[in-house]
């Protein structure tokens, strides 16, 4: 029988939470005690969402979600769901064909938008698709008849199962990966990488951007589809897997996925009858740019969040995305409703020439790879990472750590070695956003805000806490009503 000497042999082990006075007076009678970060779920009145409520009313909401007895079942299964996902590319196709999408059809970055509101970046981008698809002259023709609208309509890439970096747009006559999950059946799609510097996805539309994108639909894209024809499907979960393993992070880094993917290609296009001298120009462009892997990254994050949608009490967002105006995510319990908020300017490192007054804010569908689990999510496992977006190696290894507190899964597909190969922090809570006050670490790129500039950096973000307050007053509407209260 155990007597109350032996609980306290050989020593009483402690945790203490909140304020640090139990803690130190254990401390200084030689107790050894392990003091947590707790506080308890905050609102701050900047947080709430286009006045849908107050402070108390988001956390009775908050308190509604967390008792709803479907909740941690439903969230393990949108997290389950999320990481049983193994995307393959399968084709490479027009985006008329593969989307439907006719002439004056135009998909955009981020939650919807309308050109009054649209941002110099998501202006310039565009400007430059009216430009390749013949739609206009000049640039000043095509503002005219983007501001005029007729036979021109704007949509989201995300309601069209499509991602597109920075400003995102997706014209009729533009080349798109398609990827599925062969266990789903499900499809995902996203457009070929341009490159950086100025590009269309960065708001510019100058005469050798649009000979870049002509050269692309010309010869690139048609080149990789021979070539995935030849080779089969290519297993894009499994590369992703690898470069988290070789320092990528998959959303600012991609430097392995890039040459890993160069590598699997490569026997296609030798043997699929092309030009030499057309295989040689693609093997450049492609080994020259080491974020032409980030094009099949985010596709892969859309089918996972896609994935995990629309499981009632489900917690789990399944799509963050910005269109350099607002901010939006997706919550699986609430299905395609949009929770928006401000997009915030990133923080980091600008190219020569440029500074914080030529920034744009926060743009693209490029934060679907924080929501599958990597970017900012796994910056222990890429430290070379923090030299591009401002930071330190330990900034990156305590931002993992915060991640694991608002995840409600680790995806053993994307292990870190740094971590002894714990899973990747995957699947986003809502309420454990609002219980700690920790928001989801996006790593990004950064938008000239004048249209026609391009890229001027690259550094981190934070999605707008209005988001998550919304997406938690909108769950608790959908919470079932208990039996036996009244208007049950």
């Known amino acids: 029988m155990t007597s109350p000497r032996d609980l306290l042999s050989p020593g009483p082990s402690v945790i203490t939470a909140g304020i640090d006075l139990l803690a130190q007076a254990l401390r200084d009678q030689a107790v050894e005690v392990t003091a947590v970060d707790f506080r308890p779920p905050t609102v701050d009145p900047d947080d709430l969402a286009g006045g849908a ?9 908050l308190a509604t979600v967390l008792a709803d007895p ?40 981020g939650p919807p938008i309308t050109w009054a509101r649209a941002s110099g970046p998501m202006r310039g981008a565009l400007i430059g698709a009216m430009l390749l ?70 708001g510019a539309y100058a005469p050798e951007v649009i000979e870049r994108l002509r050269w692309m639909s010309r010869v690139l894209g048609p080149a990789l589809a021979a070539a995935v024809r030849t080779t089969g499907p290519v297993d894009i979960t499994a590369i992703v897997g690898q470069m988290v393993q070789m320092g990528d992070e998959g959303h600012n880094r991609n430097r392995a996925g890039t040459l890993m993917f160069l590598r699997q290609i490569l026997p296609g296009l030798v043997t699929s009858g092309l030009l ?52 939006g995510i997706r919550v699986s319990g609430t299905g395609d409703r949009w929770f928006t908020g401000p997009a915030r300017y990133p923080q980091g490192l600008f190219l020569a020439g440029f500074g914080p007054d030529d920034a744009n804010p926060d743009i693209g569908d490029s934060a679907i790879t924080e929501t599958m689990g990597i970017g900012g999510m796994v910056m222990a496992g890429a430290p070379a990472i923090v030299r591009l977006v401002g930071g330190s190696v330990p900034d990156a290894l305590a931002t993992t750590a915060r991640m694991y507190e608002i995840t409600e899964t680790e995806n053993p597909a994307f292990a870190l070695p740094i ?38 950096g690259a550094g981190l973000v934070t999605p707008p806490m209005q988001c998550f307050t919304a997406a938690v007053l909108a769950l608790a509407e959908l919470v079932p009503p208990v039996p036996g209260t009244p208007g049950a």
Request: proline share 5%; net charge negative.
């Open 419 to 456: 971590l002894e190969f714990r899973g990747s922090p995957t699947g986003i809570d809502v309420t454990r956003v609002l219980r700690t006050g920790i928001l989801p670490q996006i790593n990004t790129g950064m938008a000239g805000r004048v249209a026609g500039t391009g890229q001027v």
């Open 276 to 327: 030499a001298d057309d295989i040689a120009e693609i093997a450049a462009f492609l080994g020259a740019n080491d974020h032409f892997f980030l094009n099949l990254v985010m596709p892969c994050g859309k089918l996972m969040g896609d994935a995990a949608a629309g499981v009632p009490g489900a917690t789990v967002v399944t799509a963050m995305c910005r269109n350099g105006t607002d901010f």
């Open 70 to 109: 479907r909740r941690a079942a439903a969230t393990a299964e949108a997290a389950r769901r999320m990481t049983a996902v193994r995307a393959q590319l399968v084709d490479v196709l027009p985006a008329g064909q593969a989307l439907g999408l006719r002439p004056g059809e135009f998909l955009h970055a």
């Open 133 to 202: 698809e013949g739609l206009a002259g000049d640039a000043d023709e095509a503002e005219a008849k983007l501001a005029a609208g007729e036979g021109i309509s704007l949509s989201p890439c995300h309601d069209h199962h499509t991602v597109g970096p920075m400003a995102g747009v997706v014209s009729p006559s533009m080349w798109v990966f398609r990827l599925v999950d062969p266990e789903s059946g499900a499809e995902a799609y996203c457009s070929l990488n341009e490159g950086l510097g100025k590009v269309l996805r960065y």
């Open 53 to 61: 409520g107050d402070a108390d009313a988001v956390l009775a909401a």
